[in-house]
């Protein structure tokens, strides 16, 4: 007898394929097939808990979808996935909310070993293409690397801050008997505390801290500054090369003249009192909605919706770059199609498991079995 969840997860292989068809031929997944799929994955799981008499079996579709979904538009917001991707997302955490793999199953929602594998499957093509495209354009380097250069005091100090606050503050729970974890409640509360102090003092005290957590666990300290003193700069630089690398390299100027109906823009124009302005907002002001809210005349171009520019907004453009109120170009974002990265990542998910958490557990010494 087959099991009732080969249905959604046939669907949710049907979508994919589907999707990567209309995303690669016409650069759009088209709501006829991402909404019914959404609708079928919530009534399905309702159906079934309400058979089975289980509440969170018949929440699971519900759920699975609203984390997929509020995931899937953080990434919308930043800029790295279009109105389709995130409704495709949301119907495959609608169909398969809580599938199960043969192997490699992590302990989080299957959305994000979905998004992970995703994400690991991609990576290598992306981060090829960005590398080579960051070297064909001088000054890229400098760019990445000119913030840990800006913050290599705070590099180094912060090992010496962290394993000797934690030294102490693990020290002071286990002699208060707290256990994991609320054993590391201390540690955290002397980093906050070291942060507050002025240089001067925070230096020596962390140093000798450090010194002390030596003492207790030797390896164990040692293995910790090694890990922070690499793992801390390689963040920023990571985070760095992300940054310079979205606006140099996955954004484009685009003449105003040359602007085209459902362009995404890469920046706010907004007109106020006659005057024309525009600012670039960070990922931050996307998500929360823009922190600046100006009381705006009229906007003709948002980074948030995710249609693009509309062909009134397209005149509106170029009238005003004629009239010479606005320079002749447009940040624009550089539209990718990510239909095929979760197509792998789905295929991946269901017959392996998860990637990212079997080289977490592989890392720390932990069989991935069954």
Known sequence: MLEPELLPLGLAIFAVCAANYTDLKRRIIPNELTLPLIAVGLAFYALLGAYQRDVWVAASGALGASLAFAIGYAIWLAGGWAGGDVKLFTALGALLPKYEPPYSQAPYPFALTLLFNAVIAVAPVLLLY?????????????????????????????????????????????????????????????????????????????????????????????????????????????????????????????????????????????????????????????????ARKPKWDRVLADPRVAAGLTRGQVRALRRLARAGKLRGSLRIKKGMPFAPALGLGLLISVFYGDVYWHLVLALAGVPAGP
């Open 130 to 290: 960005i590398a080579v495209s960051c070297a064909r354009r001088p000054g890229i380097g400098g760019k990445i690397i000119s913030p840990i250069r800006a913050s290599a005091l705070r590099f180094v100090e912060a090992p010496f801050v962290i394993v000797g606050c934690s030294a102490l503050g693990l020290e002071v729970a286990s002699r208060m008997g707290l256990s994991w974890p609320l054993g590391w409640l201390p540690a955290g509360l002397l980093i906050v505390v070291a942060y507050r102090l002025p240089s001067r003092a925070r230096v020596p005290i962390a140093v000798a801290l450090t010194g002390y957590g030596l003492y207790l666990a030797p390896l164990t300290a040692a293995r910790a500054f090694v890990l922070i003193l690499l793992a801390l700069p390689g963040l920023r630089l990571l985070i760095s090369a992300v940054n310079v690398a979205n606006r140099e390299v996955l954004q484009e100027e685009v003449k105003i003249k040359e602007l085209k109906e459902g362009m995404i823009p890469a920046e706010v124009i907004y007109e106020r009192d006659g005057k024309v302005g525009r600012y670039s907002p960070s990922y931050w002001e996307l998500l929360r909605g823009s």
